[in-house]
């Protein structure tokens, strides 16, 4: 033991005389104090005061970060695709049993294939098609076939809304300056943030408390007279305090710099959003094509949203190939199907042409009737934007089906039914939101009529010394923002011998007029509307030389007010002409007073809704053939809507002067998964004459299979009135398959 103290003595004394080794402890050597924190045989650390000395070792010691390679990451090209399709297929299948009247048939079956498809090329220009056959056994129903393909203004709007909403962010990432701005804002904001913490760090606080107390203590010395060492005697301290002095311009600096840079960055942003909100309320409020054109041109836009060619496409109104609705004019062309070709160009000047074959007119394209065979040919042209001031000609040419004594010679043979007209139409723009609309037409008079006088068809068009083949028409159409007023009138008077597609021709005088208005009240909560007219239709069920002397009255009333139900009551008039005997006919007019009620509603997290709706017609037995004569229809429902159940019940009555009918309905459906759901009915029928109960049924299924479609299934067994005051049993079956993509 003895010689182990003393060779550690030894040793002791030969560390302390070798002269490289030596700490002094006096305080102009030590230049700061560190700690070392141990633990000594307990979890409580114990600090150890270490001495810092003003001369470094002689090694330096040279901080070495390795060097990350910044990667050039360039953006993905986003791919768009040439083509890209939405739309639906659905194929309907029905059966029924017996038609309700005033048609009788059995056992009728009709077969329904549809598809509409949107189109969109390179996210740009939209395109629709369409298709649909409708095919059965029933005598009195046409089967009817028809495909199109077509464009209009508005879709191609509708894509460039929905590109400007989505042109911000992609906007953004393509400006380089913006770019920039925001990678050098972000390492300016890393340079502040290390120096800030620099000072905000435990290390530096430390230091500083440290140095300010060496200052102190040695200025104790100082005047002790234990120091005596010339100069300032706290140079650690105010070369710290220099340093923080010159770290803190450093901030400052960097701080309006960084301000500057957030400025030119928001200045930017905003213009890029001044931008897209110009461009949203040009695409939303401009009046017409022309102006929205003139508005996008003068922003400057990428073609990822302003095409091509976009002043043709807005331009080009309407265009459509195979199946279209020709709707032009009063006096011309007027909701009249054809099969063909249509184009409507409007940039300022206007230009439209339609031809084609003749599918079916307004209010005839249910029933079968022979026709011959009827085509249309019409150009339109003329100066000002169809919205606005304009003033247009039409010259229409074609073949037309005529009916009554039109249709037939003297001689009992066929008439040539080749006609051809011209028409001038004006509109002018009183207001904001006020139009008055005045045309004029001369038509070739009918077969008939121009066959005594050896007259073409052009020839008796052009002979202004008759009157007989003119019409004359003059709308208003104005909206008082004030009141949310809206007003619509019409007068328009036709010769016997005016001939057009816009109606059929009966051989006499026609005058005809119309007066609708709509009146918002209490804050749009209640709208009141009305109407009058005279003479306003057009069928091919009226003889040669008809004329209507009738005037229909009409009025309305609607109140929705929040969270109370929505109540409807209408006096409106059906009319009605009956065939008294071959070429004799009688119009007999009666009026309807019809009630609705529905509310929908929450009662203790269940979602429901009631509706009531009572119906009255004003007529006699001997006015029409309609089975309920002046009955009153009264109706009651509920439904509750449950999470996988829905429940609905149904009370109906219809009182005649003869008999009254009765019925009770019951119908619950089962979402048994997300894919399938199944549900039933029973009905319920009582009439007073005969005192029989009969019940009826009904049975419902729908499937959705992922990727294939949905198929809905449906049967039903009701009663329909009959002959000799009997219920007649009614079955229908249908089965639909639909699918979206």
Not at 37 to 50: C, G, L, P, Y
Not at 56 to 81: M, Q
Not at 395 to 415: C, H
Request: aromatic content about 12%; charged content about 20%; glycine content about 6%.
């Amino acid at each position: 033991m003895r010689f182990h103290l003393l060779l550690l003595l030894v040793t002791l004394m030969s560390a302390v005389s070798v002269s490289a080794q030596v700490l002094s402890m006096s305080p102009k050597n030590i230049t700061d104090t560190g700690y070392l924190f141990i633990r000594h045989n307990s979890k409580v650390k114990t600090r150890i005061a270490i001495a810092l000395y003003s001369k470094p070792d002689s090694a330096k010691v040279a901080v070495v970060r390795a060097r990350v390679r910044k990667e050039n990451i360039v953006p993905v090209p986003v791919h768009t695709p040439f083509l890209v399709v939405h739309g639906n297929v659905m194929y309907d299948y029905f059966y029924q049993s017996n038609i309700d009247t005033p048609y009788v048939e059995r056992d009728i079956q009709q077969h329904t294939v549809q598809t509409n498809l949107s189109i969109t090329i390179r996210n740009r220009y939209p395109l629709r098609v369409a298709f649909s056959t409708q095919q059965g056994n029933s005598a009195l129903f046409r089967n009817l076939t028809g495909a199109r393909l077509s464009y209009n203004n508005m879709d191609f709007k509708n894509q460039l809304l929905a590109n400007a909403r989505g042109w911000a962010a992609g906007r953004l990432k393509q400006l380089k300056e913006m770019d920039s701005l925001k990678n050098f804002v972000d390492s300016l904001q890393q340079s502040l943030s290390l120096l800030k913490y620099t000072y905000d760090d435990a290390y530096y606080r430390q230091r500083l408390i440290e140095a300010k107390e060496k200052a102190f203590r040695l200025r104790l010395d100082s005047l002790a007279g234990k120091y005596t060492q010339s100069g300032p005697t706290d140079s650690l301290y105010q070369t710290i305090i220099a340093e923080k002095e010159l770290r803190l311009k450093k901030i400052d600096s960097l701080e309006g710099l960084i301000g500057g840079v957030k400025k030119r960055y928001q200045s930017l942003l905003d213009k890029q959003a001044k931008l897209k909100s110009g461009l949203l309320d040009a695409l939303q409020n401009s009046r017409n094509n022309k102006e929205l054109s003139d508005a996008l041109e003068s922003m400057n836009l990428p073609d990822s949203v302003l095409p091509k060619g976009f002043r043709t496409m807005l331009a080009i109104r309407s265009f459509g190939i195979g199946r279209t609705m020709a709707d032009y004019s009063e006096l011309t062309a007027r909701n009249i199907s054809i099969t063909g070709v249509q184009v409507e160009y409007n940039p300022s000047y206007y230009l439209a042409v339609a031809t084609g074959t003749v599918d079916y007119q307004f209010r005839n394209f249910i029933v079968k009737e022979k026709r011959n065979p009827q085509y249309l040919s019409l150009i339109r042209a003329g100066w000002g934007m169809k919205e606005s001031n304009h003033i247009y000609l039409t010259y229409y040419t074609g073949r037309k089906q005529l009916y009554g004594t039109n249709a037939v010679t003297d001689t009992g043979g066929r008439v040539d039914n080749h006609l051809m007209g011209i028409s001038l139409e004006a509109q002018w723009k009183l207001g904001q939101q006020t139009y008055l609309t005045g045309e004029v037409a001369r038509s070739s008079m009918p077969y008939n009529s121009r066959k005594p006088h050896g007259e073409t068809n052009f020839g008796s068009m052009m002979n202004f010394s008759s009157r007989s083949n003119e019409a004359y028409t003059v709308g208003f159409n104005t909206t008082i923002p004030q009141t949310y007023t809206r007003l619509t009138a019409m007068y328009k008077v036709m010769g016997n011998d005016f001939q057009s597609f816009s109606f059929y021709t009966t051989g006499s005088r026609q005058i005809a007029w119309n007066i609708q208005a709509e009146q918002p009240l209490f804050k749009q909560k209640v709208v009141l509307a009305g109407a009058i007219r005279k003479n306003d239709y057009a069928t091919f069920y009226a003889p040669s030389n008809y004329q209507s002397n009738t005037v229909f009255k009409s009025v309305q009333v609607t109140v929705r007010i929040p969270k109370w139900p929505v109540l409807s009551v209408a006096y409106q008039p059906t009319s009605q002409l009956i065939k008294l005997g071959e070429g004799q006919f009688s119009e007999q007019l009666f009026y309807m007073l019809t009630g609705t009620a529905s509310y929908t509603y929450t009662y203790h997290d269940i979602m429901m809704n009631s509706m009531f709706t009572y119906s009255r017609f004003y007529n006699r037995q001997t006015d029409t053939a309609f089975v309920y004569f002046n009955s009153r229809n009264i109706m009651a429902g509920h439904t509750l809507f449950l999470k996988r159940f829905t429940i609905a019940g149904q009370a109906s009555a219809a009182l005649t002067e003869e008999y009254s009918l009765y019925g009770l309905t019951g119908e619950t459906t089962w979402r048994m998964l997300d894919w399938f759901e199944i549900g039933g009915a029973l009905k319920y029928n009582h009439q007073s004459q005969t005192n029989n109960i009969q019940w009826g049924y009904g049975a419902n299924a729908r499937i959705n299979i992922k990727r294939i479609g949905e198929i809905a299934l449906r049967a039903d067994k009701s009663y329909l009135p009959g002959v000799n005051k009997q219920l007649v049993s009614n079955k229908t079956g249908r089965l639909t398959y639909t699918k979206i993509f």
